[in-house]
């Protein structure tokens, strides 16, 4: 007799599978769903082929509908945003300002202190060997009727 005899097929007892208790029951508790239901399909051949009824897919609930937002709401948020983001921007301004000023300032002492020290050394400083005083050179003069004959 050939496997692929329609005959046998009719004679032949088709293997109907037992889903088995799960190994650990405490995980069977926590399961939402039953065991799926299990399907022996005989195909023309003469194979064998089981496998789990699937459940067709649902279509997915509508979503409710949202209520609509109030413009006023949203200029309202969008005005705070904006009045928070220019604050911030001014009081950035204002200290980068004050720093800029305590700099010039400082810069304005640290000339002033070596302007001081330039002339502290020039007058406090030694001459280089020189007597001090004022240098003048004198020359006899001689006056013949009234002119100068220097």
Excluded: S
């Amino acid at each position: 007799m050939n496997h692929h005899d329609p005959a046998r097929w009719e004679t032949t007892e088709t293997h109907r599978p037992i889903p088995l208790a799960p190994a650990y029951p405490a995980l069977a508790v926590h399961q939402p769903h039953a065991l799926p239901d299990i399907q022996t399909i005989q195909l023309p051949d003469g194979r064998i082929i089981t496998g789990y009824v699937i459940a067709p897919a649902k279509a997915p609930e509508p979503l409710a509908e949202r209520p609509a937002i109030n413009p006023l709401a949203v200029n309202i948020a969008l005005g705070g945003i904006g009045f928070a983001a220019a604050c911030g921007g001014l009081m950035l301004l204002t200290t980068f300002i004050a720093a800029v000023a305590a700099l010039i300032g400082q810069l304005i002492i640290l000339a002033a202190v070596i302007f001081g020290g330039f002339i502290a050394t020039q007058v406090l400083g030694n001459n280089h060997g020189r007597m001090g005083g004022t240098v003048v050179n004198i020359r006899r003069a001689v006056f013949k009727r009234n002119h100068f004959h220097g």
